[in-house]
């Protein structure tokens, strides 16, 4: 790999061009959305929290509370506030920039914030798990002849350095007996630049999530996916993150919250076709394009999260086991104790939507 899996030291700077921000119930463009749903229990009018939202184009439940205005409907004295972010990285500059209070991350960056004694670690925990990661992200590759990722020696892969979807290339390849520093150059680059690379000839693969997965597969091929890692390696996910400080003083809020992404996790189960349609409206994409996507992914209900096999345990021992590989990589120095990473995981709220 010609540069280490990095998160840059101006987390210690805000984080600039927080494109995006807009109110719930409009598309991203703020032109308008989807009908504003009245909230789905007895909403509670005695929080009053101000709450800061980093939101990613990932088609999980989070854009449908979004797009739906649950929280701004359940909460009414609350005051919330979405801002759209390219990648989990720059959602961590965020957090250090102290500009979000929580916000989607992969696992991968999550776990190298978490790691104590880096540079980039930051006081935050995991609190929900937006959706573990199969097909969603995958190796596409402009060579019709390419049938695995050794037949991209030599060549340059693009990925959004510090994601999800950079774990699990630098698994690939460690699999495949290749050399990240040597046998392939690696660049660091965001999805939304990634098309005009592809179609100019500048890179010979990229390992990405929709859109630009299915953009870029119009003129490539998948050759692998974070599906194809996890049966070799860890499993990724997208992680619902917030500061330590915002979740203790703001318990009330948290609640709400949970029981928000749940509700919209039961609609993408059971109602599909109605979750495709504000999530493409957050996406700009048709609901007809939207609902597939649903199967490149596994969502889990509150119950589910709050088990020993998530959030009540396992997922800490992963982000641990995280921590190990990149370590291996060289991607950070040094991986914690696994109580720091079992620590940095809460069910609490998870396991207040029931209660």
Not at 30 to 45: F, K, L, R, T, V
Not at 198 to 217: H, R, S, T, Y
Not at 282 to 307: C, I, K, M, T, W
Request: glycine fraction near 10%.
């Amino acid at each position: 790999m010609n540069r280490r899996l990095t998160i840059s030291a101006t987390l210690a700077i805000a984080a600039v061009g927080l494109a995006g921000c807009v109110d719930s119930g409009r598309d991203a463009s703020g032109s308008g959305g989807s009908e504003q749903a009245e909230c789905p229990w007895e909403a509670d009018d005695s929080v009053t929290t101000t709450a800061r939202i980093a939101w990613q184009k990932v088609p999980t439940a989070d854009l449908i509370v979004k797009d739906r205005g649950v929280l701004e409907a359940c909460m009414p004295e609350a005051s919330v506030t979405w801002s759209n972010f390219a990648s989990g990285g720059d959602v961590l500059q965020a957090y250090g920039g102290k500009s979000v209070d929580m916000g989607l991350v992969g696992s991968s960056p999550t776990t190298i914030a978490l790691t104590k004694g880096q540079d980039r670690s930051l006081p935050i925990e995991v609190v929900w798990i937006h959706d573990i990661i199969g097909e969603a992200e995958a190796l596409v590759v402009r060579d019709e002849s390419a049938t695995s990722i050794k037949d991209l020696e030599g060549g340059t892969i693009a990925v959004p350095f510090a994601s999800t979807s950079h774990y699990s290339l630098l698994q690939a390849l460690d699999e495949a007996g290749m050399d990240s520093n040597t046998d392939v150059k690696l660049i660091n680059l965001e999805p939304d630049k990634m098309q005009s690379a592809f179609e100019g000839d500048q890179i010979d693969g990229a390992w990405v999530w929709n859109p630009v997965l299915d953009e870029l597969k119009k003129s490539g091929k998948v050759v692998t996916s974070s599906a194809d890692t996890a049966e070799f390696g860890t499993a990724t996910y997208d992680l619902g993150t917030v500061t330590t400080s915002f979740a203790e003083e703001n318990p009330e809020f948290m609640d709400q919250w949970a029981k928000a992404q749940d509700y919209a996790v039961t609609m993408i189960r059971e109602e599909p076709d109605k979750a495709a349609e504000s999530i493409g409206v957050q996406l700009g994409r048709d609901p007809g394009d939207v609902e597939p996507l649903f199967d490149q992914f596994e969502f889990l209900s509150a119950d589910e999260q709050a088990s020993d096999d998530y959030l009540g345990g396992q997922l800490g021992v992963n982000l641990h086991e995280t921590a190990g590989f990149l370590v291996q990589q060289g991607s950070i120095t040094k991986a914690s104790p696994e109580t720091v990473y079992e620590d940095g995981v809460t069910p609490a709220f998870a396991d207040s939507v029931n209660q």
